[in-house]
């Protein structure tokens, strides 16, 4: 156990040294060539001095990801392709997005029902490949409660698949809207899926259902780290006042990477709870959508959460600081149901 912490711990740092080159890099070249974020009208008048601030960031760390994972992992464990290849999938979604704002110079790419429908393809792609590359018997959802038992969802599998797929990238993407909430609360969530894969490879507990599980979940933590590592990076770049965004390239990639890892190690339950601010922020987006539509009337003032807070008068910094906060404490409380429901 102590030879994969110090690998993870070296993987970690490699990852955030290599993106955080990436990453200056990144911002030097957008900077010299005038390419920035258009800000949205709608949102609160202070977001405007961050127009033309330097966009798709995602780019440098799911570069950095993907180097330090062949630096340090050989890509036959199909539990580190998949990952990369969805990770990369998705955020080719994001950047025609990005690259339409920028193409067209306003705050808005793809309309919804476009960037919508690439998701789902996307995810039905993604799902071909997680039954091909693991078989029909990969298609099932461990009970939240006693993981050695699975739910038997039956013929529903592909649906709720894809419904997680694409529920976890538009829930990442609503929530990328104020300097480091994104990168500040997915980070504990990603430490308890590392913790997870830590605990699997360690054979701490059993894990009854997919025998694979435990034969690659040193290789799912490798990915982890160099994940986090990366993050990091992107982190420093991106904490008030931001150098520069991650985009829906960052964040479409974000969403479908802690989906798909989520799903491959079969704890999709207890990562719902750990990405509580993800879930709210979308929840407060379709419950201001439901409203406006049947009702002809707002909820928050501006929808998702964050920006209803920031028209009430509470600064970024703080709503930024808090959620982080929330997210920390999430991840706690997903840790204690995961300890549980495993007996350990």
């Known amino acids: 156990m102590s030879n994969t912490i110090i ?3 070296t993987t970690l740092l490699l990852s955030f040294v290599i993106s955080l080159v990436l990453g200056f890099i990144h911002i030097r070249f957008m900077r ?3 390419i920035g974020q258009i800000i949205n009208t709608d949102v609160p008048s202070s977001h405007h001095i961050k127009n033309g601030t330097p966009t798709c960031g995602g780019l440098f760390f799911i570069t950095g990801i993907t180097i330090t994972t062949l630096l340090t992992q050989q890509l036959q464990s199909r539990f580190i392709l998949l990952p990369l290849v969805t990770m990369w999938l998705f955020a080719s979604i994001g950047f025609i997005d990005d690259l339409a704002k920028i193409v067209k110079k306003e ?6 029902s476009r960037k919508l429908a690439m998701q789902i393809l996307a995810s039905a792609l993604v799902l071909y490949l997680y039954v091909n590359y693991f078989s029909s018997e990969a298609m099932i959802v461990a009970h939240p409660f006693d993981p050695s038992k699975a739910l038997q969802v039956k013929l529903w599998y592909p649906l709720l698949f894809l419904l997680y797929m694409v529920g ?7 929530s990328d809207g104020l300097d480091g909430l994104v990168v500040t609360s997915i980070l504990a969530p990603l430490a308890l899926l590392a913790l997870i894969a830590l605990l699997v490879s360690s054979h701490v507990f059993s894990f009854a259902l997919l025998p694979s599980i435990v034969r690659n979940s040193r290789a799912t933590l490798i990915l982890l780290c160099a994940t986090i590592g990366s993050l990091l990076a992107f982190w420093w770049y991106n904490g008030p006042k931001a150098s520069v965004f991650m ?4 964040s479409h990639a974000l969403g479908s990477l802690f989906a798909i ?17 993800f879930m709210i922020e979308a929840l407060s987006s379709l419950i201001q959508i439901i409203s406006r ?7 928050f003032l501006i929808a ?9 008068g509470v600064s970024e910094s703080r709503i930024v600081n808090r959620f982080h906060i929330i997210s920390i404490l999430s991840t706690l409380i997903a840790l204690v149901v995961f300890l549980i429901s495993n007996r350990i």
């Open 247 to 250: 985009g829906d390239t960052g």
């Open 32 to 34: 010299s060539k005038h």
């Open 261 to 277: 890892i989520a799903l491959q190690l079969k704890v999709e339950f207890v990562m719902i709870i750990a990405s509580s601010v």
């Open 7 to 9: 690998i993870s711990i």
């Open 293 to 299: 539509r049947l009702f002809n009337k707002k909820v």
């Open 168 to 174: 976890f990238v538009n829930a990442v993407n609503i």
């Open 304 to 312: 998702p959460l964050h920006h209803h807070y920031e028209q009430k």
């Open 107 to 112: 705050s808005i790419g793809l309309r919804t």
